[in-house]
T-cell receptor, first 115, second 114 residues
């Protein structure tokens, strides 16, 4: 069974540009999460989808970030326009049931560098 | 709100040494506790978890016990190998966490030398 995949693995863009990150969850997992780790700090929650619906987007930093999950399969996270402080590693995770005891399986992450 | 505090690294050890990484948490209710590991060049992997007080999670020779009285979930391994070199993250899902989001500690880098 394929794990969570993310694309691209690395992205280097200039301030003001747009970047779109993609996440493909494990097949059959209704729950999809986005997290990020900025400048070696804690990994922080961004948002949670249940199928195509946003269950919790309390961690989204501002309106420059837009996440979608059309059809309840893969998800995209767009940053527009990118700022220097957006640099970091963006992780995607998925889980089957979404309960507090359910394991979230993580992808390898996308390293974003904004110059 | 919920928070996790873990010891800062890096922790440098010799092969076969004993490893302890301290983790304490603040949360209301009865959170579920996790240790994730990130090996070089890879994503986060669940190492072990415990979902109620006094539970012990174990995997790959690592153990951690959920201690509610001390709000701790320390990670231990009796004899580390070079392949255990990685970054270790303690995390929790709070009882009242909307959407079951993970709250992470800052991570502890462990380097095991031959």
């Amino acid at each position: 069974e394929a794990g969570v995949t993310q694309f691209p693995s690395h992205s280097v863009i200039e301030k003001g540009q747009t970047v779109t990150l993609r996440c493909d969850p494990i097949s059959g997992h209704d729950n999809l999460y986005w997290y990020r780790r900025v400048m070696g700090k804690e990994i922080k929650f961004l948002l949670h989808f249940v199928k195509e619906s946003k269950q919790d987007e309390s961690g989204m930093p501002n309106n420059r970030f837009l996440a979608e999950r059309t059809g309840g399969t893969y998800s995209t996270l767009k940053v527009q326009p990118a700022e220097l402080e957006d640099s970091g590693v963006y992780f995607c995770a998925s889980s089957h049931f979404g309960g507090s005891t359910d394991t979230q399986y993580f992808g390898p992450g996308t390293r974003l560098t904004v110059l | 709100g919920d928070s996790v505090t873990q010891m800062e690294g890096p922790v440098t050890l010799s092969e076969e040494a004993f490893l302890t990484i301290n983790c304490t948490y603040t949360a209301t209710g009865y959170p579920s506790l996790f240790w994730y590991v990130q090996y070089p060049g890879e994503g986060l992997q669940l190492l072990l978890k415990a979902t109620k007080a006094d539970d012990k999670g174990s995997n790959k020779g690592f153990e951690a016990t959920y201690r509610k009285e001390t709000t701790s979930f320390h990670l231990e391994k009796g004899s580390v190998q070079v392949s255990d070199s990685a970054v270790y993250f303690c995390a929790l899902i709070g009882t009242y966490a909307a959407g079951n989001k993970l709250t992470f500690g800052g991570g502890t880098r462990v380097l095991v030398k031959p």
